[in-house]
């Protein structure tokens, strides 16, 4: 098992490495598209804020439950953190246009939960996000062949109840993959054996 401390310098390394600031600038481009015209957005799962930094023009508040994590955060920008629980989010019901998880819905015990609870908090007709790692991609397979990879810490390894879940929670759903990741290139791709992620969209 991982420790928070080791989890950190992962992030970090990652996020400092050539193909980490390369898929994080991809990353916050497909979000800047799909949220641009919002007036206040929630990234669940924010972790040591990579994102928040990238989208200096969006109103975005990052939550996550690591303390530690979080205190990174807080060094890469100048967006409202807060320390809580995807499950019992601290925020009153109706307050968010825009909800995400990236990379993150995967790694919680109860994404039912957690999907619920980001309903919750979104206006009527609020939109939620969730970006899921790619299990079936060739970055996903290699990554997680080290024994040592954060990879390994996935709660959730098999996403068709977290699909089917988002239909039935949600409506006008939608699907894609995308952000192609090998070796230190990034690249635009649906290619389900190379995208690296995959999004699944929908309105509350």
Not at 168 to 185: I, P
Request: aromatic share 12%.
């Amino acid at each position: 098992m991982l420790s928070e401390e080791a989890i950190l310098q992962k992030f970090i390394r990652f996020c400092n490495s050539h193909l980490g600031r390369q898929a994080v600038q991809r990353e916050a481009q497909y979000i800047f598209e799909k949220f641009k015209t919002c007036q206040l957005i929630l990234d669940v799962g924010c972790g040591i804020g990579s994102i928040e930094a990238h989208l200096k023009d969006l109103p975005l508040v990052g939550l996550d439950n690591s303390f530690l994590l979080l205190n990174e955060a807080k060094k890469k920008s100048s967006k409202n953190f807060v320390l809580g629980d995807a499950c019992r989010l601290p925020f009153r019901e109706g307050v968010f246009e825009r909800v995400f998880f990236l990379t993150s819905l995967e790694f919680m015990e109860s994404y039912e939960r957690a999907l619920r609870e980001a309903r919750r908090v979104l206006t009527p007709r609020g939109k939620i996000l969730v970006m899921l790692l790619n299990q079936q991609s060739h970055y996903f397979k290699q990554q997680i062949s080290d024994e040592n990879s954060y990879f390994r810490t996935i709660r959730q390894t098999n996403y068709q109840p977290i699909i089917d879940f988002i239909s039935e929670q949600f409506s006008d759903v939608h699907s894609e993959y995308f952000l192609g990741m090998k070796e230190d290139t990034v690249w635009d791709t649906s290619d389900p054996n190379w995208a690296a992620l995959y999004a699944i969209s929908g309105v509350s």
